[in-house]
């Protein structure tokens, strides 16, 4: 289990450093409501905030985010552009200030940018030239695929001469160079897949499926995500300490 310090605060400690989040459900969050999706967008868009600060705060050091696949193209563009729209404004006006005045924080995008407005492929260099390399880092998946990734990477690699790809040449050429692996892989929506989100990454990540819907995914559905996750007997394809002994 982990630490309950004095002042009652939950705090992790290395074994979960870096946790990745498919943030689903804003579609059915507004069908609920009658809303129309973009505006389960915009709710959603709302918790990302308090999400980043609740990691932050029980000691997560790294939270990646799938903001939009390679694969969302597909929906309609009344929808592709809200999307792109909503995140502009959410940089723009709640993310550029908390970096500029909060100096713990920093943002790396993953995913081709080029194919992005050009006025959000600006916002999000501008974004990530503001601050590298600070104590929390929130990586955005934006126009990223796992898939993509790969052969992005590999191709990258044979271009640059390497004869030979191993698991690390690999490694450093993915978006996520120099970030840890996902030590937990969190799924709102009910859905029990992976869709295509940093499939190299999360080979051994811990897998937390929730149905509750990504605008509800509050502190709560936070701590019962990661005292599940310190229940877990993480092997890496090896064996226990206690099963090495009984053999
Ligand atoms: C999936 O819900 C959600 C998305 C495709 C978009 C995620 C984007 C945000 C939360 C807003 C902005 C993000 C950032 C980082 C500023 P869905 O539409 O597939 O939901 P459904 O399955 O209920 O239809």
Redesign the pocket.
Known sequence: MFQKKKDKLFVTDDRLDSVAV??????????RRMLP?TA???A??K??VSVLETFRKIGVHHVT?????TE?WK?PQE?VDA?MN??YQ??DT??IPRIRDDGQFSVVFLGDKSPLPEKLREKCIEVEEMAKGRPFI?N?A?NYGGRDEILHAANRAVADGHKEITADVLSSYMYTSGSPDPDLLIRT?G?LRISNFLLWQCAYSELYFTPT???DFDEGEIMKAVNDFYGRKRRFGGLDKEEEQTE
């Open positions: 498919i943030m689903d459900g804003n579609g059915r969050w507004a069908k999706r389960g967008h915009v959603g868009a918790n990302v985010l799938y903001a939009f696949s969302n929906r929808e999307l909503l995140i959410y940089l709640v993310v929130c955005v934006l929506g859905d819907l990504w605008p």
